[in-house]
């Protein structure tokens, strides 16, 4: 299967700490996208990739909050002084981008929970 | 902007019933619109899409949705529902000139035996 994946699938950390999840994107997509799910709620867009390029960050994307997408390729997204809030679950989806198409395929998620 | 609308938070069927799940949208430019299926503790798998031409789509898992620009809907439907169908569906807008998507809230559909 060469679908989305993402690393870990869930992650406890403390408040205060650092925390860093990857994304590894389907291989032809050239688009690659953080949203962030609470519970009972659809996902929140955080911000987007076009190969290497970071083409929008959410309002919600504090300082706190990184993505880098170096090669175009996979992404990861750092979280820095996690806090209590930033429990969700992260996820990373991509796409072809395309003259009349731009459906976005998602990972499984990676779970976070700040103690 | 666009926002989208899931009107029901809750859907509860009996197995083998129809079920029709809402989802209205607001947005000042053209989009493609979707319907994805989410199982606990799983990512958002890709249900159906409108993209162009004909305004009813369909999954092969007998789902389908209808693309109503006066109304501006998308509403799912299933003629009969099965136990596994049980799931949250999200539906989502994406501007055609854009990036992101924008989620409902999500509809938590059960299905009793």
């Known amino acids: 299967d060469t679908g989305v994946s993402q690393n870990p699938r869930h992650k406890i950390t403390k408040r205060g700490q650092n925390v860093t999840f990857r994304c590894d994107p389907i291989?032809?997509?050239?688009?690659l996208y953080w949203y962030r799910q609470t519970l009972g709620q659809g996902p929140e867009f955080l911000t987007y990739f076009q190969n290497e390029a970071q083409l929008e960050k959410s309002r919600l994307l504090s300082d706190r909050f990184s993505a880098e997408r170096p090669k175009g390729s996979f992404s990861t997204l750092e979280i820095q002084r996690t806090e209590q809030g930033d429990s969700a679950m992260y996820l990373c989806?991509?796409?072809?981008?395309?003259?009349?198409?731009?459906?976005?395929?998602f990972g499984p998620g990676t779970r976070l929970t700040v103690l | 902007a666009q926002s989208v609308t899931q009107l029901d938070s809750q859907v509860p069927v009996f197995e083998e019933a129809p079920v029709e799940l809402r989802c209205n949208y607001s947005?000042?430019?053209?989009?493609?619109l979707f319907w994805y299926v989410q199982y606990p503790n799983q990512g958002l798998q890709l249900l159906l899409k409108?993209?162009?031409?004909?305004?009813l789509v369909e999954s092969i898992n007998g789902f389908e949705a209808e693309f109503n620009k006066s109304q501006t809907s998308f509403h799912l439907r299933k003629p009969s529902v099965h136990i596994s169908d049980t799931a949250e569906y999200f539906c989502a807008v994406l501007n055609t000139n854009a990036g992101k998507s924008t989620f409902g809230d999500g509809t938590t559909l059960t299905v009793k035996p």
């Open positions: 291989s032809e997509h050239n688009r």
């Open positions: 989806a991509s796409s072809l981008r395309s003259a009349n198409t731009d459906t976005q395929y």
């Open positions: 409108y993209l162009s031409g004909s305004t």
């Open positions: 947005s000042s430019v053209s989009v493609y």
